[in-house]
């Protein structure tokens, strides 16, 4: 049974990446200022370029959440790869959640005077939220691990 919820988990990561990646694919053609613009000039448009460069951390946190599962599925939890996994997750959460601020932080200063960004700014509070608690999750477990490591250390030492 725990095999089946960790596969069921690693597929619904892999779901979660397709439609991100699914959504950085078609959303430029369809939304905001590029509705207007070829081809080219939606793919070299500077902020749709920083919005792919900021999905990298994206993508690498649920990489590394994978490769956790895996770990777990292959009974390996209490190891230095879970800890370095766990770090990294927290660490990808961190970038991700500064870069969003950044774009709000564009966005809110360099927008039309004719357009409203309340709806953009609103989905970069959101998921600057959502960061910020992966990220303190993860080192909370990080945390957690490495304690739980350190006491299978020590007692292993003293028997």
């Not at 081809?39 to 959440?65: H, Q």
């Amino acid at each position: 049974m725990k095999r089946i919820s960790i596969i069921f988990l690693q597929a619904v990561i892999v779901l979660i990446g397709l439609v991100a990646l699914a959504i950085l694919i078609r959303v430029p053609l369809t939304e905001g200022r590029a509705t207007n613009l070829d081809l080219f000039s939606i793919y070299a448009d500077p902020f749709i370029l920083y919005g792919y460069a900021a999905s990298i951390a994206f993508f690498v946190g649920l990489y590394k959440a994978f490769r956790l599962l895996g770990y777990i599925g292959q009974n390996k939890v209490f190891s230095s790869n879970s800890v370095k996994t766990l770090r990294s997750i927290k660490h990808c959460a961190i970038v991700l959640s500064i870069l969003i601020v950044l774009a709000g932080l564009y966005i809110k200063i360099f927008h039309n005077k004719d357009d409203d960004p309340a709806g953009f700014l609103a989905m970069c509070i959101v998921t600057t939220f959502a960061a910020v608690v992966v990220a303190t999750a993860a080192a909370i477990f990080e945390k957690l691990l490495q304690n739980a490591i350190d006491m299978k250390s020590e007692n292993d030492l003293t028997i």
